[in-house]
């Protein structure tokens, strides 16, 4: 199982961005598809996760500015981030619990990261 993140760049403080995840290889399912940040010299943080039947948490500091969303039969999740903030600025990471066959337990598997920066 493979997911390939893309659509970080550099944005202006109030522009916006979308991105985007696809998983690849052996799935049978996928449960919750996450993304997570990570700033310079901070932990990693979850901004937002969505289920398979479309239930979504948000970081307190993206509701309201951020979405995700999900096409289950692509295997894809995305995120929508709208008046982007300097405090924005980290390299963005997607997770997903997949279960690649039925005989197999779901395990957990992450992109490699996509740099958004905000800034003037």
């Known amino acids: 199982v493979q997911l390939q993140a893309s659509g970080g760049g550099l944005v202006q403080p109030g522009g916006s961005l979308r991105l985007s995840c696809a998983a690849s290889g052996s799935i049978f399912s996928i449960n919750v598809m996450e993304w997570y940040r990570q700033a310079p010299g901070r932990q990693r943080e979850l901004v937002a996760g969505?289920?398979?039947?479309?239930?979504?948490n948000y970081a307190d500091s993206v509701k309201g500015r951020f979405t995700i969303s999900r096409n289950n039969a692509k295997n894809t999740v995305s995120l929508q981030m709208n008046n982007l903030k300097a405090e924005d600025t980290a390299v963005y990471y997607c997770?997903?619990?997949?279960?690649?066959?039925?005989?197999?337990?779901?395990?957990?598997?992450w992109g490699q990261g996509t740099l958004v920066t905000v800034s003037s």
């Open positions: 997770k997903a619990s997949v279960r690649p066959s039925i005989e197999t337990m779901p395990d957990d598997y």
């Open positions: 969505i289920t398979s039947s479309y239930s979504t």
